[in-house]
Nanobody
Framework: QVQLVESGGGLVQPGGSLRLSCAAS????????MNWYRQAPEKGRELVAT???????NYADSVKDRFTISRDDGKNMVYLQMNSLKSEDTAVYYC?????????WGQGTQVTVSS
């Protein structure tokens, strides 16, 4: 059974940091491109960061130089380190795994940036 389980969300003040984690199981993690998406209230889902199985990384312009994606294939984990958080980063963050037509989603974790 495929599972992606996010953790690490919460309430943080502007300028603060959070580290999201995503634990994967039920598929060959190392073969998949891993992504973090987010969805703010009344907005569409936005791709935040991508890391391929070869380690190539891309970020949305809005998070570049503030967020860092990483993966540990030995632990079947993907991470999103978020620094210098802004109110506009408030959203539900989703872990996604993709390989060709196969795509899996986690249930999401809420990140709220507010003073």
């Amino acid at each position: 059974q495929v599972q992606l389980v996010e953790s690490g969300g919460g309430l943080v003040q502007p300028g603060g940091s959070l580290r999201l984690s995503c634990a994967a199981s039920g598929f060959t993690f190392s073969r998949f491109t891993m992504n973090w998406y987010r969805q703010a209230p009344e907005k569409g889902r936005e791709l935040v960061a991508t890391i391929t199985r070869g380690g190539s990384i891309n970020y949305a312009d809005s998070v570049k130089d503030r967020f860092t994606i990483s993966r540990d294939d030995g632990k079947n984990m993907v991470y999103l380190q978020m620094n210098s958080l802004k109110s506009e980063d408030t959203a539900v963050y989703y872990c996604n795994a993709r390989l060709f037509v196969n795509t899996f989603w986690g249930q999401g974790t809420q990140v709220t940036v507010s003073s």
